[in-house]
């Protein structure tokens, strides 16, 4: 059975993730695997934390993370397999661990616009969306789940050859699941820029791409998170698919983190190019 696998800080949108992983957890049917992680004392000024204390805080967190999960079992009717973990340690390592352990399907993240932002820039979690080989949700704080009938695919030049073809599995599956509907946007950067025929034709990706009959948009702008704006502030998405290559997925999230939050609650699913 896949799994979602869900950090949890016990924040409002943490909480939040948690809720909307549930219930795509249900529609795909699959398992829903909670984590907390404790951070391990590093430094010397914080090596007076005592056994007790420690304990405590494990014990509180367990606390708190099972009633999460009988909220969720309400909400899922009983219907999947909900299992929580309390571990101690650095988030990203145990985090990978888990994955390790389950089938993982994606991870899920919620934040909201501002923390995202400072999230991005100096979280240790910031490293799942870099190196991870899994699918990365991040689920904006006022986001709740709404089947993926309509996917938006955004693209750079490069993203088309190094990405697609890690993609095409999951967006099949994803259509197979919701009848998705695929948009694809791709955003031209370069300063020379590419004449737009010659750019759609190149490396036979429309071929790639033909099952799912997607419809292609071409956009001119200076920065991927531009381009990606102007679609979505005229057209109607339910998730935005990128690659967190080079710039692409960190520049959209520091630069635009608020106003995709709190304009655009829609999900983004980051994939390893």
């Given at each position: 059975m896949k799994s979602i696998v869900v950090p949890i800080d016990f924040s409002m949108c943490a909480s939040n993730a948690a809720r909307y992983a549930a219930d795509l957890a249900l529609a795909i049917k699959a398992d829903l695997e909670l984590i907390h992680v404790i951070q391990v004392p590093v430094t010397s000024a914080e090596l007076s934390m005592t056994e007790s204390v420690y304990k405590d805080m494990i014990e509180g967190a367990s606390l708190s993370l099972k009633k999460i999960q009988v909220e969720l079992t309400k909400r899922t009717h009983g219907r999947i397999r909900i299992d929580v973990l309390v571990d101690a340690g650095s988030v990203t390592g145990k985090v990978h661990d888990l994955c390790r352990k389950v089938?993982?399907?994606?991870?899920?993240?919620?934040?909201?616009?501002?923390?995202?932002?400072?999230?991005?820039?100096?979280?240790?979690?910031?490293?799942?969306?870099?190196?991870?080989?899994?699918?990365?949700?991040?689920?904006?704080?006022?986001?709740?789940?709404?089947?993926?009938?309509?996917?938006?695919?955004?693209?750079?030049?490069?993203?088309?050859?190094?990405?697609?073809?890690?993609?095409?599995?999951?967006?099949?599956?994803?259509?197979?699941?919701?009848?998705?509907?695929?948009d694809i946007v791709t955003v031209e950067t370069r300063k020379v820029l590419t004449d737009e025929a010659s750019c759609f034709e190149s490396g036979g990706w429309k071929e790639q791409l033909k099952e799912l009959y997607p419809e292609i948009h071409y956009i001119r702008k200076s920065k991927v998170e531009d381009g990606i704006l102007e679609y979505l502030g005229h057209n109607e998405a339910d998730l935005v698919m990128v690659f967190p290559k080079k710039h692409s997925f960190f520049d959209f999230h520091i630069s635009q983190s608020r106003r995709l939050a709190q304009s655009s609650p829609v999900p983004v699913l980051s994939l390893q190019a």
């Open positions: 089938n993982t399907y994606a991870i899920v993240l919620g934040v909201s616009g501002p923390k995202l932002e400072k999230f991005l820039a100096g979280s240790p979690v910031t490293s799942l969306l870099q190196h991870l080989e899994w699918p990365v949700l991040v689920v904006p704080e006022a986001a709740t789940f709404q089947k993926f009938q309509r996917i938006l695919m955004a693209f750079d030049l490069d993203d088309i050859g190094s990405g697609l073809p890690n993609c095409l599995p999951l967006l099949k599956e994803l259509r197979e699941y919701f009848g998705s509907r695929v």
